[in-house]
């Protein structure tokens, strides 16, 4: 069974950068699309990135176009999320995540990680 874990997340000020992982055992991460979501507190889950399967295709939420870039490197089985001029409104639990489809809806999402913090603070 695939599963996933996240790491990088941290304290940072705003203007900085973090990149965040998201490594696999179990399964290999280039059988899936992968997501990442984060979640702030007391909001709900949303969606922030994701690469396709097999074309590298990738799609980021509005807010995070052109700061985060989502990578793969198939070799270490691992997922990453480039974060770059984070924002106080970019904190939040971080979390990775696969699916079998080209989608960005949560509930098409199977296996998840436990989630990292990211808190982006003065």
């Known amino acids: 069974q695939l599963q996933l874990v996240e790491s990088g997340g941290g304290l940072v000020q705003p203007g900085g950068s973090l990149t965040l992982s998201c490594g696999a055992s179990?399964?290999?991460?280039?059988?899936?699309?992968i997501g990442w979501f984060r979640q702030a507190p007391g909001k709900e889950r949303e969606f922030v990135a994701r690469?396709?399967?097999?074309?590298?295709?990738?799609h980021y939420a509005d807010s995070v176009k052109g700061r985060f870039t989502i990578s793969r490197d198939n070799a270490q089985n691992t997922v990453y999320l480039q974060m770059n001029s984070l924002k106080p409104e970019d904190t939040g639990v971080y979390y990775c995540a696969t699916s079998a489809a080209w989608t960005a809806r949560e509930n098409r999402f199977d296996d998840w990680g436990q989630g990292t913090q990211v808190t982006v603070s003065s």
């Open positions: 690469m396709a399967r097999t074309s590298g295709t990738t």
């Open positions: 179990g399964s290999t991460l280039d059988d899936y699309g």
